[in-house]
C-alpha cells in the first residue's frame, strides 16, 4: 500500500512528481501517522530557513510502535515565486514530503520536492539569462570595469550569479581583450 504509484505531475523536463498534497492524503486515508516539527530555524546572513520535520508512520492497525522518518529542508526568501512570500511555509512542506519520501510514499522519481525541482530549473534559466545578457554587453562591463576582480565585485554585489564554466569562459575573453 506505501509503494502504490500515486497521482503525478510532470516537472524537469517530464519526470513524474507526486506532490506532497497527495502524500499527505494518501498517507492520511491509509496509515496512522504523526507529524512533529524536530527543528526550525533561520539563517539572517543568508535569509534562509531550515526545517527538520520527523513523521511517526503505522503501517498496520496492529503495529504496536510508530516507524520514524526524517525529512530537511531550507529556503531562501526570494528565491522562486513561493518564497517570495512563503519561504518558511514552502521549507516546512518540502521537509514534510522528503519526511514521507524517505517512509518509501510518492518517491516515483526520487525524493527531491517538485519547489526544488521547479527552483534549480528556474535558477538555471536565470544564471543562464544573466550570462547571455553579460556577452551581449561585455565590451560595456569592460570599459566599466577594466580589471576582471572589479567586475567580479560588482557580480556578487548585485547579486548576479553564474556557474563556473560561465565565469571562466567570460574571464578568458575579457584577458583576451585586455
Same mark, same amino acid.
Given at each position: 500500500m506505501r509503494l502504490r504509484k500515486l497521482e503525478t505531475v510532470k516537472v524537469n523536463g517530464g519526470k513524474d512528481y507526486v506532490m506532497v498534497d *497527495?502524500? @499527505?492524503?494518501?498517507?492520511?486515508?491509509?496509515?496512522?501517522?504523526?507529524? *512533529?516539527?524536530? *527543528?526550525?530555524?533561520?539563517?539572517?546572513?543568508? *535569509?534562509?530557513?531550515?526545517?527538520?520535520?520527523?513523521?511517526?508512520?503505522?503501517?498496520?492497525?496492529?503495529?504496536? +510502535?510508530? $516507524?520514524?522518518? +526524517? &525529512?530537511?529542508?531550507? +529556503?531562501? @526568501? &526570494?528565491? &522562486?515565486?513561493?518564497n517570495k512570500t512563503s519561504a518558511l511555509e514552502n521549507c516546512y512542506t518540502s521537509a514534510l514530503g522528503k519526511a514521507f519520501g524517505s517512509a518509501g510514499i510518492g518517491i516515483h522519481n526520487g525524493t527531491a520536492s517538485g519547489d526544488e525541482m521547479i527552483k534549480a530549473i528556474n535558477t538555471s534559466k536565470q544564471i543562464d539569462k544573466h550570462y547571455n545578457l553579460i556577452l551581449e554587453n561585455l565590451k560595456g562591463y569592460q570599459n566599466k570595469y577594466p580589471d576582471f576582480t572589479d567586475f567580479? $565585485?560588482?557580480?556578487?554585489d548585485k547579486a548576479i550569479n553564474l556557474d563556473q564554466d560561465q565565469l571562466t569562459n567570460i574571464s578568458r575573453i575579457w584577458n583576451k581583450a585586455a
Open positions: *497527495k502524500r @499527505i492524503i494518501h498517507s492520511a486515508e491509509n496509515f496512522d501517522y504523526n507529524v *512533529k516539527i524536530k *527543528k526550525v530555524k533561520y539563517i539572517h546572513e543568508i *535569509k534562509t530557513w531550515q526545517t527538520s520535520i520527523i513523521v511517526e508512520i503505522k503501517w498496520t492497525k496492529d503495529q504496536k +510502535e510508530y $516507524n520514524v522518518y +526524517e &525529512g530537511t529542508a531550507s +529556503e531562501t @526568501i &526570494g528565491v &522562486g515565486m513561493v567580479q $565585485n560588482y557580480l556578487t
